[in-house]
């Protein structure tokens, strides 16, 4: 039930009365509103009772006499904050005139509604003022939403660019002050950190930028026949130092080539993301699978691990911007939080998702699945 506060300002008790009786048994609903539209009441008789009243406890909607006993409506009008839109007033007078009406409007009026009316008449501008109403509403909503979006966003971002912003700016002051001695290599792992978390940062505004350009809509995509798993081969090519290093297989069960109408860089950003978390997540010695797959109009590919994996609460949490797993195992290892929101913002595009499956100690199978579309003869 979506609730209206009106206020009925008029000096005769009868029309008071009659507006209420009207606007009580009155139920309606607008198109986007699921809830049905209900009035609560108040009245004043007086425009000093109804300043008071409106100054206590603003109502959406004024219904305002234009002759009064102490003041006019249009004094009342000037009285009160008429720019706010979730608040309208509709004066209401014997006095019709289109000096007056222009008056009531310049004055900050919604409406006019010239006595006698029918309830008809009154239902009709109040279902009028009421739609305004309620779209001022949503859309002040939506405002204040995006503001305490962007309050969090850049909140966030702030946070995650201060941790390696202090390494680098500790590492340097470490240069300046020949905190080691004056030889050269002695500073050589302070060089190598710093690099290591301006790469970091790096990185964090390609993500932030990926990331921006596909919400907006901005990003030119192109879309091509593309086989995936060509694009996933790539993507293996890049980890394979780390893995060799660290003596992780990588296997791959190709139905080669499993071909897909889309856009290279969105399909790079995905395979690069979740092959390089199968690295980057695993343990020593570890094992990665990768399969990749076109079941009718559609594409699924996995890529399983041996790492450490997560438990269901931070499953939950993973495909959120800026988030990342934070514990003892993952403490070392250095992410933005962006790259698997991303991937699923790109999985969406093509009318699919990507999904975890984990446990702790054992390993992460990320699942992807993609509207492959009709490829091109």
């Known amino acids: 039930m979506y609730n209206l506060k009106v206020l009925i300002v008029d000096d005769e008790l009868g029309m008071r009365n009659g507006i209420q009786r009207v606007l009580e048994g009155f139920r309606m609903k607008l198109p986007d509103v699921d809830d049905e539209i209900i009035f609560q009441i108040r009245t004043a008789e007086t425009g000093a009772e109804a300043i008071s009243m409106i100054d206590n406890e603003r109502p959406d909607l004024i219904l305002l006499d234009y002759k009064l006993p102490d003041i006019t409506g249009l004094e009342v009008l000037e009285q009160i904050d008429t720019t706010d839109e979730t608040t309208l007033t509709i004066m209401i007078t014997a006095y019709a005139s289109l000096e007056t009406a222009v008056s009531a409007i310049k004055s900050g009026a919604f409406d006019f509604l010239s006595k006698p009316f029918t309830p008809e008449e009154l239902r009709t501008k109040v279902s009028k003022a009421a739609q305004s109403?309620?779209?001022?509403?949503?859309?002040?909503?939506?405002?204040?939403?995006?503001?305490?979006?962007?309050?969090?966003?850049?909140?966030?971002?702030?946070?995650?660019?201060?941790?390696?912003?202090?390494?680098?700016?500790?590492?340097?002051?470490?240069?300046?002050?020949?905190?080691?001695?004056?030889?050269?290599?002695?500073y050589d792992e302070c060089v190598q950190r710093c690099l290591v978390r301006t790469e970091q940062m790096r990185k964090l505004i390609i993500d932030l930028l990926e990331m921006t350009k596909i919400e907006s809509g901005n990003r030119q995509r192109e879309l091509t026949e593309i086989d995936l798993t060509e694009v996933a081969n790539m993507s293996i090519e890049t980890v394979l130092p780390e893995a060799l290093k660290r003596k992780i297989t990588i296997e791959t069960h190709f139905d080669s080539p499993v071909m897909i109408l889309a856009d290279r860089t969105e399909m790079e950003i995905i395979m690069n993301n979740l092959v390089s978390n199968s690295v980057k997540y695993n343990r020593d010695n570890g094992r990665v699978e990768i399969d990749i797959k076109r079941t009718e109009d559609r594409i699924e590919a996995s890529v399983k691990d041996t790492g450490i994996g997560m438990t269901k609460e931070e499953s939950a949490k993973l495909f959120q911007e800026f988030v990342r797993i934070k514990n003892k195992k993952t403490k070392e290892i250095l992410g933005t939080g962006l790259g698997l929101s991303t991937v699923r913002k790109i999985a969406k595009l093509y009318d699919g998702d990507v999904t975890v499956e984990s446990e702790p100690d054992v390993g992460s199978t990320f699942h992807l699945n993609l509207k492959s579309h009709k490829p091109i003869e």
């Open 133 to 186: 109403i309620i779209l001022a509403k949503h859309v002040k909503k939506l405002n204040e939403e995006k503001r305490q979006v962007r309050f969090q966003f850049i909140s966030v971002l702030g946070h995650e660019l201060k941790a390696p912003l202090g390494a680098v700016e500790g590492y340097l002051y470490m240069l300046n002050d020949r905190t080691l001695g004056n030889e050269l290599g002695s």
